[in-house]
């Protein structure tokens, strides 16, 4: 069912090993102009857009673009006992871990009268996205909104397409999670219009252009955001899952298959790779997925992601070269199962998030380990961070310089600018001076 990548005996660069990694036949470029497209119509379109989109699409027509806040007090009160007490449980743990990822104020003081304060400083307003195709993501409601209430961001909207098996509204247990969070700016709207609408706006439904868009999405709200991006802030281009297991001997076998099976269960294009030392393990590996693959519920969709090019299997000849496979990879999701798991920690640079040990598995982040789980996907770990807190602020300096301490750098500024050939610069210090 997985393919195997042999690497044994081979002395890999960074540029070979890039070269090597699986990974999906997904080019976000390719939809480009049909998610440009779609924004334009909502841009020009409005609402009226929306809706031919969303009967186009998600084949209904919304019964409200903008959910009545009735609707959503309804949905929450209609909330299963068993899942709220899971949802608040999870909103708890991650604004514990979330209130970590703002940084304290900073004073500097280079020199009497002469300090620059650095601050942080939240988005006024931000747009969540949270897609309703294959599968609920009320998990996803809790991990974009609660980091963004974290960090002080005082308007926040949310947005998810219309259900065909609702009557057009959004997933009731979606709009339970936010009406949970407080949330009462939701629209029952999806796809690369919905990231148009957040950017750009529409007047006829009140709704206002955000300063930036987070949250997951296919290669259509990916390429969306790469359209939008310079109207407004994006977190990432978030595409397909993937999940990277590092194992050794120690490992196990069946959990190892049972962890890529669950990644594979989101999308046929979602990635599972096994990167491991031991022939004996990838061998008993592939037997578990084989065996467990056949009483998923989800086995078609499971048997196209693992079968598929994004995934494989890694034979690799020690811990070492599994980490640089993995650096290279910038896995999403990446686990370490080895008998000494801290040593290859160490190694490791380029991961969305990281789960150590037999008992941290991708499934407990994607819930309840109070990290989060909207994630960089393929392979922008290499130079992205997950969705954070920190996603929603701003890194701001407050520069405050008193007239002993401006004087005191003035003949550096004079001689910068001069050199520079910037002598507005130089008299804007001098003006000062002359008239004192």
Not at 190 to 205: F, N, Q, R, S
Not at 207 to 232: C, D, H, M, S, W
Request: charge should be negative.
């Amino acid at each position: 069912m997985m393919r195997t990548i042999d690497l044994r005996g081979q002395q890999l660069s960074t540029r070979d090993l890039l070269a090597l990694i699986p990974r999906a036949g997904m080019d976000v470029a390719v939809t480009m102009d049909a998610a440009r497209a779609l924004i334009d119509e909502v841009r020009t379109g409005g609402a009226a857009a929306l809706v031919a989109q969303a009967e186009r699409f998600d084949r209904v027509r919304p019964a409200h673009i903008r959910v009545p806040i009735e609707q959503l007090r309804e949905a929450e009160a209609a909330l299963d006992p068993r899942v709220r007490a899971a949802l608040e449980s999870t909103i708890t743990r991650v604004r514990r871990a979330s209130a970590a990822q703002v940084p304290a104020p900073r004073v500097t003081e280079l020199a009497p009268g002469a300090v620059v304060e650095q601050r942080w400083h939240p988005v006024a307003r931000v747009g969540l996205y949270v897609p309703g195709g294959k599968a609920v993501y009320p998990s996803s409601v809790v991990m974009n909104v609660v980091p963004a209430q974290i960090a002080g961001v005082e308007s926040i909207v949310l947005a998810s397409p219309p259900q065909a098996a609702h009557g057009g509204r959004i997933h009731p247990t979606v709009a339970a999670a936010a009406s949970l969070l407080g949330v009462t700016e939701v629209y029952a709207m999806g796809g690369a219009g919905a990231i148009g609408a957040l950017a750009h706006g529409v007047p006829e439904i009140d709704l206002e252009p955000v300063q930036r868009v987070a949250g997951p999405g296919n290669v259509f709200v990916a390429a969306a955001k790469r359209v939008v991006q310079g109207i407004t802030g994006i977190d990432a281009e978030a595409g397909p899952t993937d999940i990277l297991v590092i194992a050794d001997d120690s490992a196990d076998a069946d959990i190892v298959a049972a962890d890529l099976i669950s990644q594979a269960e989101h999308d046929e294009l979602a990635a599972s790779v096994l990167v491991t030392t031991s022939v004996r393990l990838a061998t008993a590996v592939a037997a578990h997925c084989a065996r467990r693959v056949a009483a998923t519920q989800h086995r078609e969709r499971v048997t196209a992601a693992l079968s598929g090019a994004q995934s494989a299997i890694v034979l690799v000849d020690d811990l070492a070269q599994a980490a640089a496979f993995a650096n290279a990879f910038g896995p999403e999701h990446l686990e370490i199962q080895v008998s000494e798991p801290d040593a290859t920690l160490a190694r490791i640079d380029n991961a969305g998030a990281i789960f150590v040990g037999e008992w941290s598995p991708v499934s407990l982040g994607d819930y309840a380990a109070g990290s989060n789980h909207v994630l960089p996907t393929g392979g922008q770990a290499r130079y992205a961070a997950g969705l954070s807190a920190a996603t929603f602020l701003r890194s701001q300096q407050v520069v405050r310089y008193d007239q002993t301490a401006l004087r005191e750098v003035a003949s550096v500024i004079h001689t910068l600018a001069a050199e520079e050939d910037l002598p507005a610069h130089a008299a804007a210090i001098s003006a000062r001076f002359g008239r004192s």
